[in-house]
């Protein structure tokens, strides 16, 4: 079952923002650590941005200084902040989550989402 699920995807000039996602499909799943990934046409899936319960958080040396990973634990969801998009970020973004761990848990994870595009183009 997908329990995920990414939103924001879009159509981008090169220099623009985008904001991605993630939020639970399954009602009761509340996020815990938090990774974004993506995939582009022919390259192996890479590790974009992540961040814990704790708010601590990573960066792809690609990305830093334009990607923010942040979360809203009141909304349950995770976001990806994207700016000054070059086309090479071109891809389809997920998000990898653990359920956050506690009595009634019995599989914490990780589980995906099935993906957004984006697409940075003129």
């Known amino acids: 079952q997908v329990q995920l699920m990414e939103s924001g995807g879009g159509v981008v000039q090169p220099g623009g923002s985008l904001r991605l996602s993630c939020t639970a499909s399954r009602s009761g799943f509340v996020l815990g650590a938090t990774a974004w990934y993506r995939q582009a046409p022919g390259k192996q899936r890479e590790l974009v941005a992540s961040i814990n319960n704790f708010a601590i958080t990573t960066y792809a040396d690609s990305v830093k200084g334009r990607f923010t990973v942040s979360r809203d634990n009141a909304k349950n969801t995770v976001y990806l902040q994207m700016n000054s998009l070059k086309p090479e970020d071109t891809a389809v973004y997920y998000c990898?989550?653990?359920?956050?761990?506690?009595?009634?848990?019995?599989?914490?994870?990780?589980?995906w989402g099935q993906g957004t595009q984006v697409t940075v183009s003129s």
């Open positions: 990898n989550a653990r359920e956050l761990p506690g009595p009634g848990i019995i599989d914490d994870g990780p589980y």
